[in-house]
């Protein structure tokens, strides 16, 4: 995976010009980024309709929820991809609402990882059976720097995040709609939104590959270290190495994982390692040796062994 931080503006406006108008937090290290501004997650009061179901995470402490799903937006494979992490983040009145929420006000652990919406004042959340629908207020859209590829990216990086936030609160859902201040609304001027929507298939949003564990920044004591990702390969093959911040590679290999067939999976490997600070890269298998299609899709994560 490339760094977006540094390329995502140059090509979300390159996007634009040609399309106008889609486990467990583990001892990370760094402090969660949170915009100025109150987050309101609205009970439903119609009957059948709840902001929280049975089975919603304990709060980690007063006012937070751990280990929710939120996913993230990264360049990868010379287009936008999802990927995903487990984060404490505060409690807005739901699992839904607070995991939609943190996805528009906090930042990601992954440096390379970034989110297009901004910080939401209001996130409202209602579900009758297996249908959700998420109101945000408008000042979520404020970025301007989005062409529609990249909307449409971020609009999938709801739907995801919302729909397994609902999973993990004991109540599935197969549909988002999104609306603004309550009525339908042109997300970032080029997309309608307001309608009911699903996930799009994974193999043409999510990441091809990505490190579930270590999250960026945790720690680990010195020995045996277990890696774990989860993917798509050709032929369900895995590359990976674990080097020093400079670049001196301490460990390398293949893991298996997924279908071989565009089918995703998981997958892990281990290697042992003394104390310092690395780096894990695993990247999806590339037949072409990069001479054709988009290249391999890769992802890093930075950790500490003590």
């Known amino acids: 995976m490339r760094t977006l931080a540094a390329g995502m503006v140059g090509l979300a406006l390159a996007v634009g010009t040609g399309a106008c108008g889609d486990g467990s937090g583990q001892g990370a290290v760094g402090t969660d980024t949170t915009a100025t501004g109150s987050v309101t997650s609205t009970p439903a009061t119609p009957s059948g309709a709840t902001s929280s179901a049975t089975g919603t995470p304990t709060s980690q402490a007063s006012g937070q929820l751990a280990a929710m799903p939120v996913y993230w937006v990264a360049e990868s494979r010379k287009s936008f991809a999802l990927y995903r992490e487990f984060r404490t983040v505060p409690d807005a009145g739901g699992a839904v609402a607070s995991a939609v929420a943190a996805m528009t006000r906090m930042k990601p652990l992954d440096p390379d990882y970034t989110t297009p919406w901004r910080p939401a004042t209001t996130v409202k959340v209602t579900q009758r059976g297996t249908a959700l629908s998420v109101d945000l207020s408008k000042d979520a859209f404020a970025n301007t720097n989005l062409g529609s590829e990249l909307a449409s990216r971020a609009l999938q990086q709801l739907v995801y995040t919302a729909t397994a936030a609902a999973q993990k609160a004991g109540k599935p859902a197969s549909t988002v709609t999104i609306t603004v201040d309550g009525a339908a609304y042109d997300a970032w001027g080029v997309i309608r939104v307001g309608e009911p929507m699903r996930r799009a298939p994974m193999i ?15 720690t680990r004591p010195a020995g045996s270290i277990r890696f774990t990702g989860y993917g798509t390969s050709f032929e369900a093959n895995f590359t990976w190495q674990v080097r020093t911040p400079s670049g001196e590679v301490r460990a390398r290999g293949n893991a298996m994982g997924g279908t071989g067939t565009g089918g995703f999976g998981e997958f892990t490997f281990s290697t042992s390692l003394t104390p310092g600070t690395y780096v894990v890269e695993v990247s999806t298998d590339d ?5 054709e299609g988009p290249g391999p899709a890769t992802d890093t994560k930075t950790f500490v062994v003590r």
Not at 287 to 291: L, V
């Open 204 to 218: 043409e949003v999510q990441a091809h590959v990505w490190v579930t564990s270590p999250q960026e920044g945790a």
């Open 287 to 291: 037949p072409s040796g990069g001479t």
